[in-house]
């Protein structure tokens, strides 16, 4: 049983939009609280790449590929974190993972990953 659940993922055509959620188990509510919330991603072949952060001030941070077409946000009275993403390119395509770190405990935890599939 995930302390992180993914979902939202699927099958797209290009220029399409999803919606990913990632929510906490009560079990580590408290470290979603403190923690910075990423969304990874890994595509077949490559490494797991950092997508985007929110911060527990709502600071967000994004890689240069998806800046201006993803968007992420945290509700934390849902414990969960989103992620927008329109006009979605084949080269989205790849497992999407969220992940919870909090440094100041030496803690990082992963969700199951979601697939995100863009046809062209």
């Known amino acids: 049983q995930g302390q992180l659940v993914e979902s939202g993922g699927g099958l797209v055509q290009a220029g399409g939009s999803l919606r990913l959620s990632c929510a906490a188990s009560e079990r580590i509510e408290r470290i979603f609280r403190i923690a910075v919330m990423n969304w990874y991603r890994q595509a077949p072949g490559k490494q797991r790449e950092l997508v985007a952060g929110v911060t527990t001030n709502n600071s967000t941070n994004y890689a240069d590929s998806v800046k201006g077409r993803f968007t992420i946000s945290r509700d934390s009275a849902k414990n969960t974190v989103y992620l927008q993403m329109n006009s979605l390119k084949p080269e989205d395509t790849a497992i999407y993972y969220c992940?919870?770190?909090?440094?100041?405990?030496?803690?990082?935890?992963w969700g199951q990953g979601t697939q995100v599939t863009v046809s062209s």
């Open positions: 992940a919870a770190r909090a440094p100041s405990l030496g803690l990082t935890f």
